[in-house]
């Protein structure tokens, strides 16, 4: 479904980067942010924050009593395709992907809009709220309010917030050796997103995946006694898997011949369309990844900086394609085959 605009703008040549490879870099995020977490619950240690500290978890997560926890998140972004309704479908999925990514369920959810009120008419930012809203009704999350600013560039987003059970978490430093590790959506979107902001192709299964939430992942891992996940996004999979095997003091195996991408990624990256945020990536997990004999273009496309990506799960989901395993910590902290 496309926006119903007489002669639509192309949303993408409005924003220097596009969705999730507008990221901040991860290393530089890290420096940033570096001793001004809270402190974290250990398991059982009456600490109400449970997720939210260093590890650089999805979401944020607060005991609050009688078996429940409040899950409480933010995701915004520059276009990542042309079409109004689309990106605001795929900037809210995303937005919740994080909730699912803890093992929580949103309830409730706000839009965060900047608008370059002078470039841009306001029916295209009531298309992209349009999308949100329904995206988010999919989730069974009603958008209430919100706050928006003139601004330069476009960008949109949400906050969510969403429930929990605080003891079945899905969460960074819970995976262990001997686990094989699914993934619940084909890479390639960053990739096929750059070559759609360069010469205006659409990818329509690239679009599907975006706008595919990952409520039905998160539960299947619940319902499986799955405690260790995280959701792919600008970090690429090798980046948040880094993230995974060092929160969970493991190393983690990919298997690269396993890991399912969408049509058209390869071929994207043969032909230069790689995001700034898919190389940085690369260059930010490299020192500490075994890569063997894995050629330049395939580390990129597994470094590729993904929008609403899937789930990355320490466990076996059906319909998953099983992309690797967690094996105990080795010299390095990845190991790519
Ligand atoms: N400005 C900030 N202040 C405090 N913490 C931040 C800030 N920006 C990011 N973080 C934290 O850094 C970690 C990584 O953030 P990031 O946005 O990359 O991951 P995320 O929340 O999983 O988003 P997504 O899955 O959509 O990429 C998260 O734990 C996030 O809460
Ligand atoms: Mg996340």
Redesign the pocket.
């Known amino acids: 479904m496309t926006s119903p605009l007489a002669a639509p703008v192309r949303l993408t040549q409005y924003a220097r980067g596009g969705g ?1 490879a507008c ?2 870099p ?1 290393g530089e ?1 890290e420096t ?2 570096a001793g ?2 809270g402190p974290v619950s250990a398991a059982g240690d009456g600490e109400p924050l449970l997720l ?1 500290g260093d ?6 997560v607060l005991r609050v009593g009688d078996g429940r926890a409040v899950v409480s ?1 933010v ?1 915004f972004f520059t276009p990542v395709v042309d079409d109004a309704y689309d990106w605001g479908r795929i900037a809210a999925c ?2 919740l ?2 909730v699912y ?1 803890v093992g929580g369920e949103p309830v409730m959810a706000v839009n965060l809009l900047a608008w370059p009120r002078d470039a841009l008419p306001w029916e295209v930012a009531r298309e992209v709220l349009r999308g949100g809203r329904d995206m988010a009704a999919l989730a069974g999350c009603p958008i209430a309010g919100g706050h928006s600013i003139d601004d330069a560039e476009p960008k949109y987003g949400l906050a969510v917030t969403g429930i929990a059970d605080p003891d079945r978490l899905l969460r960074l430093d819970a995976g262990r050796p001997g686990v094989p590790l699914s993934l619940t959506k084909p890479l390639g979107l960053g990739v096929l997103n750059a070559r759609h902001k360069a010469t205006g192709e659409v990818f329509a299964d690239a679009v599907d995946t975006m706008t595919t939430l990952n409520a039905e992942a998160g539960r299947l891992a619940l319902e499986r006694d799955i405690g260790c996940a ?2 792919v ?3 690429g999979l090798l980046g948040h898997l880094y993230k995974l095997a060092r929160a969970s003091g493991v190393t983690a195996v990919v298997d690269s011949s396993a890991v399912p991408y969408l049509d058209g990624a390869r071929a994207a990256v043969r032909d230069g369309f790689v995001p700034g945020g898919s190389r940085r990536n690369l260059a930010w997990v490299s020192p500490h990844t075994d890569f063997g004999r894995i050629a330049e273009e395939e580390r990129l496309l597994l470094a590729d900086a993904q929008t609403s990506g899937g789930l990355l799960v320490a466990g076996e989901l059906p319909g998953a394609p099983v992309v690797g395993e967690l094996v105990g910590r080795g010299r390095h902290t990845l190991i790519v085959r």
Do not use: E, H, M, Y
């Not at 590890?55 to 944020?60: E, K």
């Open positions: 999730c990221k901040i991860p995020l940033v942010l001004l977490a939210g590890d650089g978890d999805d979401a944020a998140t995701d995303n937005a992907s994080d990514a995280t959701d996004t600008g970090f």
